[in-house]
T-cell receptor, first 113, second 111 residues
């Protein structure tokens, strides 16, 4: 089973709203990722959690706030976003050892009005 | 700047033919290589991983790795219209948790 789930599938929010994206995996993976993807571009890394600790923050604006409550869950809290933040937000988790394979969730399509 | 380069395409292939996709990378320390398929509006789906020089086959897909020349390729045999998608090459260094993605190659399989 290589399933990563994400909710919601679609989200429309205003620039003054606060919302959260959720990601869950039950594969025992210990690294989890948030990516942002704009149309016709590759995924752009935002954050990496390794063993529930933030290990990489790719200089993402503070209006994006990640949280890893436990080894299976990853949240992305959104506040005061801009229209240019509209994108597909992808969560991924990674196996360990030689495999080191990242598996992506289905994504959340975010539209900021 | 560690880079992964792909031809953006579109690569137009007749149904039943072989699609050949190439990817070059700049970091000689790279150890793990992945091909993801992404349909429009969907998330990337892993189709192949390769770690050693040579060929790796999985169904209609063959990945080829040449670390000396720093390239990895993907062959799709007997291409089907359902193979029409963007193919992302991703490379991981030996240490750390990051993948570096190429820009993707768009493949169009015409019936």
């Amino acid at each position: 089973d290589t399933e990563v789930t994400q909710t919601p599938k679609h989200l429309v929010m205003g620039m003054t709203n606060k919302k959260s994206l959720k990601c869950e995996q039950h594969m025992g993976h210990r690294a989890m990722y948030w990516y942002k993807q704009k149309a016709k571009k590759p995924p752009e890394l935002m954050f990496v959690y390794s063993y529930e600790k933030l290990s990489i923050n790719e200089s993402v604006p503070s209006r994006f706030s990640p949280e890893c409550p436990n080894s299976s869950l990853l949240n992305l809290h959104l506040h005061a976003l801009q229209p240019e933040d509209s994108a597909l937000y992808l969560c991924a988790s990674k196996t360990g050892g030689e495999g080191d394979t990242q598996y992506f969730g289905p994504g959340t399509r975010l539209t900021v009005l | 700047q560690k880079e992964v380069e792909q031809n953006s395409g579109p690569l137009s292939v007749p149904e039943g033919a072989i699609a050949s996709l190439n990817c070059t990378y700049s970091d000689r320390g790279s150890q793990s290589f992945f091909w993801y398929r992404q349909y429009s509006g969907k998330s990337p789906e892993l189709i192949m991983s390769i770690y050693s020089n040579g060929d790796k086959e999985d169904g209609r897909f063959t990945a080829q790795l040449n670390k000396a020349s720093q390239y990895v390729s993907l062959l799709i045999r007997d291409s089907q219209p359902s193979d029409s998608a963007t193919y992302l090459c991703a490379v991981k260094q030996a240490a750390g948790n990051k993948l570096t993605f190429g820009g993707g190659t768009r493949v169009l399989v015409k019936p």
